[in-house]
């Protein structure tokens, strides 16, 4: 299984970005799928995940600005990010969390996409 994220890129605080995320391979289906993001020296923290079902789940750093979607039938997470912030600069990486290759196995695995750089100017 493979992610393929896109999306990044520069923007001036204020605006927006769309960051797309694709899994491709043998996948049965997918719990839940997010986005985590990165900075220099900093951990890897959680932006937003969607389950399945639909149920999301925000950082409270985006709420309000950042909505998280996905179509399953195509096993894409998207991010539509507004009103960026010049703290909003980070690597994004997608993830994939319980990943099922076949409906007879239980086995489930999680998977991280490359991460695509935002860079939010002020």
């Known amino acids: 299984v493979q992610l393929q994220a896109s999306g990044g890129g520069l923007v001036q605080a204020g605006g927006s970005l769309r960051l797309s995320c694709a899994a491709s391979?043998?996948?049965?289906?997918?719990?839940?799928m997010g986005w985590y993001r990165q900075t220099p020296g900093k951990q890897r923290e959680l932006v937003a995940t969607?389950?399945?079902?639909?149920?999301?789940n925000y950082a409270d750093s985006v709420k309000g600005r950042f909505t998280i979607s996905r179509d399953n039938a195509k096993n894409t997470v998207y991010l539509q990010m507004n009103s960026l912030l010049p703290e909003d600069t980070a690597v994004y990486y997608c993830?994939?969390?319980?990943?099922?290759?076949?409906?007879?196995?239980?086995?489930?695995?999680?998977?991280w996409g490359q991460g695509t750089l935002v860079t939010v100017s002020s």
């Open positions: 969607i389950t399945s079902g639909g149920s999301t």
């Open positions: 993830n994939a969390k319980g990943v099922r290759v076949s409906m007879w196995s239980p086995k489930v695995s999680d998977y």
């Open positions: 391979g043998i996948i049965f289906d997918i719990n839940a």
